[in-house]
């Protein structure tokens, strides 16, 4: 059966599992863990502070950069208060209000991709939510500085996307990242989210199917059992590929990273059948 495809040990299904497992490190448990001197940014200038998004900036072993992840909450009440990791227009308006800030001081940026999915309230579509998140993906495709991106639990739609437009995109071993999720998906093709975990291994969402695709860079490891087992291992293993991908392109001009990083989307979905 379809909905038994394997993707490594483990099924699709059993990947978005993890990914949506709630002891998962978010955002900030990784920032706890891999940056010192972490001083956080607040607000959009335009309507308010959105905290489903996380931005501020920081010290990655010695090197400044500056960091925006979106953040799900761990208990009930954090949740509530992060809107479960779906940010609105202002949350996207303050992520990229902090990476022109980085980019006027030549920092390189990191982000984390965490959400179900933008939120899909009134109030947000009211406050232009689509054009925010249109306005990122344009604007961080101009950054004149090195932007890193890591999927490091569920990569869900232009709500991940928005923050995803980087020069290296990397995903944790046990994360997805899909314009769908499965459950949404199996609603649409099948009438039936009962079926998400043939949905979830059709949508070639888990970290192995979107490297062969070309639609990330590498796939980070986790400690065994995934990442929810040990924080602080997932941490080491997070900055240790971070740290190299910082290292690697220190040394590129300002007109190479905005081509590198154009280049490379533009490639995404090429594909040649037969003869070139």
Request: charged content about 25%; some cysteine.
């Amino acid at each position: 059966m379809e909905s038994e495809a394997v993707t490594g040990e483990k099924t699709a299904w059993q990947r978005v599992q993890n990914a949506r497992h709630p002891k998962r490190p978010h955002t900030l448990d990784y920032v706890e863990r891999i940056l010192t001197n972490f001083h956080e940014i607040h607000g959009d200038r335009l309507f308010g502070d959105d905290p489903a998004i996380v931005c501020g900036m920081g010290k990655l072993d010695g090197r400044q950069i500056m960091l925006v992840g979106e953040q799900k909450g761990r208990d009930t009440k954090q949740r509530l208060y992060r809107n479960f990791g779906m940010p609105k227009p202002e949350g996207y308006r303050k992520a990229l209000r902090v990476m022109q800030m980085a980019a006027k001081f030549g920092r390189p940026i990191v982000t984390f991709l965490d959400t179900p999915g933008a939120y899909p309230g009134l109030d947000a579509e009211e406050r232009g939510q689509g054009e925010a998140i249109a306005r990122n993906l344009r604007e961080m495709a101009r950054l004149s500085v090195p932007v890193i991106c890591v999927v490091i639990g569920e990569g869900g739609s232009g709500g991940a996307l928005a923050l995803g437009v980087g020069n290296r995109v990397f995903i944790l071993e046990n994360a997805v990242y899909s314009v769908i999720s499965p459950e949404s998906c199996a609603s649409i093709i099948w009438r039936d989210s009962a079926k998400a975990d043939q949905a979830a291994a059709a949508l070639r969402m888990t970290a192995e199917d979107l490297l062969e695709l070309g639609l990330v860079d590498g796939i980070v490891p986790e400690p065994p059992g995934g990442a929810h087992e040990d924080h602080d291992e997932a941490a080491r293993l997070l900055k240790t590929h971070l740290a190299q991908s910082l290292e690697e392109m220190a040394a590129l001009p300002c007109n190479e990273v905005v081509q590198q990083r154009y280049e490379k989307f533009r490639k995404m979905g090429n594909f040649f059948f037969g003869a070139p």
